[in-house]
């Protein structure tokens, strides 16, 4: 689990489910973890509370529902947390901490303070981090592996001739990654091709551009080898081809709108291209 600086929140995204029991007769009591999906007090109210933040903005969403599953109870606005200066901060307002890293927070509802729960640094899941580990698994693992250069002419190409080549394994399109089933969520992470950078191996500059088109449509990548890569020493030497796909990465979170994953992810293929020299023949 990835620890981050709790006045330092609003610079990720991140999701933190709380579950605690309380009384509608007093504020706000601690808010503990707890892995029950609801848990009741003696008046048959729970009381739960959601922090969120993407797009580098906070929500907080807590919600008291009867014990039974019957519904909300009628407390149900936009709230946020605020950290509790240690100075004006007692265990009378919070409780006992459930960790030695946690720091207490008073909750508002609105303008109005309705009471004081902890915040524990472990207990906060990185839905960020989560959906861009996914993402770089699935390129590494899955897509990376399935891609391939292939060229045209096949065997081998001839200095001034236009060599044609494309990735193999790939078409552009996006690509929907298995969903990731994290703390009760879903995470769906769709991968889009952004561009390809060709590196035809005989110190040319790198071009930009597609994955090409395959044979026998005439790709959109192209290159002239002036030079060939083959000797009398090596009459089957070659270049590396390389191409660099860029890939952005978006993920949505239980079905909400969609949230970049930053930054882009890249793969690379490569394949070797045999270049000879045509000799002129007289008769």
């Known amino acids: 689990m990835v620890r981050y600086k709790l006045d330092q929140l609003l610079l990720a995204s991140l999701v933190l489910v709380l579950v605690a029991t309380t009384s509608f007769a007093s504020p706000v009591a601690a808010l503990?973890?707890?892995?029950?999906?609801?848990?009741?007090?003696?008046?048959?109210?729970?009381?739960?509370?959601?922090?969120?933040?993407?797009?580098?903005?906070?929500?907080?969403?807590?919600?008291?529902?009867?014990?039974?599953?019957?519904?909300?109870?009628?407390?149900?606005?936009?709230?946020?947390?605020?950290?509790?200066?240690?100075?004006?901060?007692?265990?009378?307002?919070?409780?006992?901490?459930?960790?030695?890293?946690?720091?207490?927070?008073?909750?508002?509802?609105?303008?109005?303070?309705?009471?004081?729960?902890?915040?524990?640094?472990?207990d906060v899941v990185d839905y960020d981090e989560i959906a861009r580990t996914g993402a770089a698994e699935y390129v590494r693992d899955v897509l990376g592996p399935g891609l391939a250069i292939s060229t045209n002419p096949a065997s081998y190409g001839l200095v001034g001739m236009p060599t044609w080549n494309w990735v193999d394994g790939w078409d552009g399109q996006p690509i929907a990654v298995p969903t990731i089933?994290?703390?009760?969520?879903?995470?769906?992470?769709?991968l889009r091709f952004q561009q390809?950078?060709?590196?035809?191996?005989?110190?040319?500059?790198?071009?930009?551009?597609?994955?090409?088109?395959?044979?026998?449509?005439?790709?959109?990548?192209?290159?002239?080898?002036?030079?060939?890569?083959?000797?009398?020493a090596e009459p089957d030497g070659t270049y590396t081809v390389a191409a660099t796909a860029t890939i952005s990465a978006t993920y949505r979170l239980n079905g909400g709108p969609e949230i970049a994953v930053d930054p882009p992810l890249t793969t690379t293929a490569t394949a070797p291209v045999i270049i000879r020299q045509a000799q002129a023949v007289l008769s």
């Open 196 to 232: 390809a950078r060709w590196d035809f191996g005989d110190g040319t500059p790198t071009q930009s551009g597609d994955l090409g088109r395959v044979y026998p449509v005439e790709s959109t990548v192209q290159h002239n080898y002036t030079v060939r890569s083959t000797s009398r």
């Open 181 to 190: 089933s994290a703390f009760g969520d879903s995470v769906d992470i769709t």
């Open 32 to 122: 503990v973890r707890d892995s029950n999906d609801a848990p009741v007090t003696s008046n048959g109210s729970m009381l739960r509370v959601r922090l969120a933040i993407s797009g580098g903005q906070m929500s907080v969403d807590l919600r008291w529902e009867d014990g039974g599953g019957g519904g909300g109870s009628g407390r149900d606005c936009t709230y946020r947390v605020v950290e509790i200066p240690e100075a004006s901060f007692s265990l009378r307002d919070a409780g006992e901490p459930p960790s030695e890293a946690a720091r207490p927070y008073w909750i508002y509802c609105g303008g109005a303070r309705e009471g004081a729960t902890w915040i524990d640094p472990e």
